[in-house]
C-alpha cells in the first residue's frame, strides 16, 4: 500500500508569497497525482489532474509538478480564497485510492 | 455534471441507513462513482468504488464488510449502505465522479456531502 505524506502540516503565509506543497509517495509511482482544494464547509474541488494538468475553471497561479515519489503544489501569488486546505491523491494497485494527511494554507 | 446526495442524517448506534447520490448531466453507466469519508476535523478517506454499468463494487480493506455501496443505472443514483451504525461513523461523507486521464485516475467531481451522526 502506497503511503502519501504531505508536508508541511500547516504553512503560515501571507497573499501575495508563493506557496509549495509537497506531496511524497512512500515508493515510486507510475501513475499520475492529482490535487484537491477544500475551503472551510465546502466539498473538496478537483484543482490538478495527471501531476500538472489544471482543472477546469482553476487560475493558472495553480500549477503541479514532481514524479517519481515526489511531487509538488505551487501557488504563485496567494489570493485570499486560496487559504484552505490542500490533499494530493493517486490510484494504488487496484481498486485502491489514496489520499495524503492534508496541508492547511493559512494566512 | 453534477451529484447531488441526500440530506443529513441523525441516528441511533445500531440503526441502518442509506444515502444517496444522483448524477445527472452526463452517460451515468460510463463512470466509476465512488465514495469518500472525512470524519469531524479531519481528511479524506476513500471508502470504495461501484461501475453503474455492472454495480460491481470495489472496498477499501479496510472498510469492507462495514458499508455496501450499490447503485440502480435506471435513476442514476448511487447508494452508501450500513447494516448497523456505529457512533464512529459519524462523518461527512461525499461521492465522487472517477475519470481517468492518460496515467492517472482523478475525482473531478464532488457530490455537496452528507453528513451522517450516529448519537444515542
Not at chain 2, 455534471?1 to 440503526?15: D, H, I, N, R, W
Amino acid at each position: 500500500e502506497i503511503v502519501l505524506t504531505q508536508s508541511p502540516a500547516t504553512l503560515s503565509l501571507s497573499p501575495g508569497e508563493r506557496a509549495t506543497l509537497s506531496c511524497r509517495a512512500s515508493q515510486s509511482v507510475t501513475n499520475s497525482v492529482a490535487w484537491y482544494q477544500q475551503r472551510p464547509g465546502q466539498a473538496p474541488r478537483l484543482l490538478i489532474y495527471e501531476t500538472s494538468n489544471r482543472a477546469t475553471g482553476i487560475p493558472a497561479r495553480f500549477s503541479g509538478s514532481g514524479s517519481g515519489t515526489d511531487f509538488t503544489l505551487t501557488i504563485s501569488s496567494l489570493e485570499p480564497e486560496d487559504f484552505a486546505v490542500y490533499y494530493c491523491q493517486l490510484r494504488d494497485n487496484w481498486p485502491m485510492y489514496t489520499f495524503g494527511q492534508g496541508t492547511k494554507l493559512e494566512i | 455534471v453534477q451529484l447531488v446526495q441526500s440530506g443529513a442524517e441523525v441516528k441511533k448506534p445500531g440503526e441502518s441507513l442509506r444515502i444517496s447520490c444522483k448524477g445527472s448531466g452526463y452517460k451515468f453507466t460510463s463512470y466509476w462513482i465512488g465514495w469518500v469519508r472525512q470524519m469531524p476535523g479531519k481528511g479524506l478517506e476513500w471508502m470504495g468504488i461501484i461501475f453503474p454499468g455492472d454495480s460491481d463494487p470495489k472496498y477499501s480493506p479496510s472498510l469492507q464488510g462495514q458499508v455496501t455501496i450499490s447503485a440502480d443505472k435506471s435513476i442514476t443514483t448511487a447508494y452508501l449502505q450500513w447494516g448497523s451504525l456505529r457512533a464512529s461513523d459519524t462523518a461527512m461523507y461525499y461521492c465522487v465522479r472517477r475519470a481517468v486521464g492518460w496515467n492517472g485516475y482523478y475525482f473531478d467531481h464532488w457530490g455537496q456531502g452528507t453528513l451522517v451522526t450516529v448519537s444515542s
